[in-house]
């Protein structure tokens, strides 16, 4: 699947989480004058902080009624839009990743520091402090495709640019997800996993969704794949989560999406939801079966209802997820987190 690359900051929402492996937090010591409600306007902060990961506490509320969400980087949603009564303030904490590229590995490098934009129906930003993540600080990497990642522009949205906002204060989404990549090419291209694979630290959960790309590899290639990306994880201690694909909305004449289109099944018949829970059961991984969870969502709300969650209306694109549809499935995935306590359920305080 192809890049889309129109360069649009949109307001999302942010949050963090806890759980997992030690990031090192920036390299240098930043004055406090420098990190705070001065570096903001109305709508947007910027701070000029090297790579590395943050904590970032903001108090929200002003002398009218506010309704503020926060998004960060790459349209990245980071704390959910939160309601405040005139007079009232309310605080709320969230992690955040820092780095360049700051959005797909292979795309542009976006700009330097830390951006934030803040959003909803009203909103009322009273106070922020930004400072370095402590040495406990987890860190949850994707890598996937186009239906992960954090893309540039409006309205494609993957689900992995939803995630942070469900997720706690001091534990961060590294998003290594990247716009047309298969198992082949997330190995190959040096500034995929030849880049994530040293950063990740004991304890990091990394998840795995690839599969719309591998259109012509076969099974043995793919599986392979699968495991030398699950021992390269495990050999830096870090906790391989498999993730099966979500799925194309492809409908059956008796509303079904029991084809080989919808449920990813490949021009050489290789069923990647199939070989992935292989795998996953074969080597003792956790597996997210997103496919199943999409499956019956999208078979739940039938033809029509469930073309919000995807960009059909605006593309006629039954693959690439809205805002909506991404927010949707990243929630399907924290519930799966959650559920098999791989991390805490999450709400930025």
């Given at each position: 699947?192809?890049?889309?690359?129109?360069?649009?900051?949109?307001?999302?929402?942010?949050?963090?989480?806890?759980?997992?492996?030690?990031?090192?937090?920036?390299?240098?010591?930043l004055?406090?004058?420098a990190?705070?409600?001065?570096n903001?306007?109305?709508?947007?902060?910027?701070?000029?902080?090297a790579?590395?990961?943050?904590?970032?506490?903001?108090l929200?509320?002003?002398?009218?009624?506010?309704?503020?969400?926060?998004?960060?980087?790459?349209?990245?949603?980071?704390?959910p839009?939160?309601?405040?009564?005139?007079?009232?303030?309310?605080?709320?904490?969230?992690?955040?990743?820092?780095?360049?590229?700051?959005?797909?590995?292979?795309?542009?490098?976006?700009?330097?520091?830390?951006?934030?934009?803040?959003?909803?129906?009203?909103?009322?930003?009273?106070?922020?402090?930004v400072?370095?993540?402590?040495?406990?600080?987890?860190?949850?990497?994707?890598?996937?495709?186009?239906?992960?990642?954090?893309?540039?522009?409006?309205?494609?949205?993957?689900?992995?640019?939803?995630?942070?906002?469900y997720l706690r204060k001091?534990?961060?989404?590294?998003?290594?997800?990247?716009s047309?990549?298969?198992?082949?090419?997330?190995?190959?291209n040096?500034?995929?996993f030849?880049?994530?694979?040293?950063?990740?630290?004991?304890?990091?959960?990394?998840?795995?969704q690839?599969?719309?790309?591998?259109?012509?590899?076969?099974e043995?290639?793919?599986?392979?794949?699968?495991?030398?990306?699950?021992?390269?994880?495990?050999?830096?201690?870090?906790n391989?989560?498999?993730?099966?694909?979500?799925?194309?909305?492809w409908?059956?004449?008796?509303?079904?999406?029991?084809?080989?289109?919808?449920?990813?099944?490949?021009?050489?018949?290789?069923?990647?939801?199939?070989?992935?829970r292989?795998?996953?059961?074969?080597?003792?991984?956790?597996?997210?079966?997103?496919?199943?969870?999409?499956?019956?969502?999208?078979?739940?709300?039938?033809?029509?209802?469930?073309?919000?969650?995807?960009?059909?209306?605006?593309?006629?694109?039954?693959?690439?997820?809205s805002?909506?549809?991404?927010?949707?499935?990243a929630?399907?995935?924290?519930?799966?987190?959650v559920?098999?306590?791989?991390?805490?359920?999450?709400?930025?305080?």
């Amino acid at each position: 699947m192809r890049r889309f690359n129109r360069a649009v900051l949109a307001a999302v929402t942010l949050s963090t989480a806890a759980g997992l492996s030690a990031v090192p937090a920036a390299a240098h010591t930043l004055p406090p004058h420098a990190l705070g409600i001065a570096n903001c306007t109305a709508t947007a902060c910027h701070f000029d902080v090297a790579p590395g990961t943050y904590d970032v506490r903001v108090l929200l509320g002003g002398e009218a009624a506010a309704s503020t969400a926060v998004s960060g980087e790459t349209r990245r949603a980071l704390l959910p839009e939160t309601a405040t009564a005139a007079g009232e303030r309310v605080a709320r904490s969230f992690t955040v990743n820092v780095r360049t590229p700051e959005g797909e590995p292979t795309g542009p490098e976006g700009t330097p520091g830390l951006d934030l934009v803040l959003g909803g129906s009203a909103p009322a930003l009273a106070d922020i402090r930004v400072t370095p993540a402590s040495r406990h600080t987890r860190q949850i990497f994707l890598v996937g495709d186009s239906t992960v990642c954090d893309q540039p522009g409006d309205p494609y949205t993957g689900w992995g640019q939803r995630l942070p906002q469900y997720l706690r204060k001091g534990l961060s989404v590294a998003n290594y997800a990247d716009s047309g990549e298969s198992t082949v090419t997330y190995l190959a291209n040096s500034a995929l996993f030849p880049t994530v694979q040293p950063l990740i630290r004991p304890g990091d959960l990394v998840l795995v969704q690839l599969a719309h790309n591998d259109k012509q590899t076969d099974e043995p290639t793919y599986r392979a794949n699968l495991e030398t990306l699950v021992a390269g994880i495990r050999e830096r201690g870090g906790n391989p989560v498999l993730v099966t694909p979500i799925v194309r909305r492809w409908f059956n004449a008796d509303g079904t999406l029991n084809n080989g289109t919808a449920l990813l099944v490949n021009g050489l018949g290789v069923d990647h939801p199939a070989v992935i829970r292989a795998v996953a059961a074969a080597r003792g991984v956790p597996l997210i079966d997103l496919t199943a969870r999409t499956k019956a969502l999208v078979e739940s709300l039938g033809v029509e209802d469930s073309k919000g969650l995807y960009l059909y209306d605006e593309k006629r694109d039954n693959t690439h997820t809205s805002v909506h549809g991404a927010t949707v499935y990243a929630e399907l995935v924290r519930d799966e987190l959650v559920a098999q306590r791989l991390a805490p359920r999450g709400g930025g305080r």
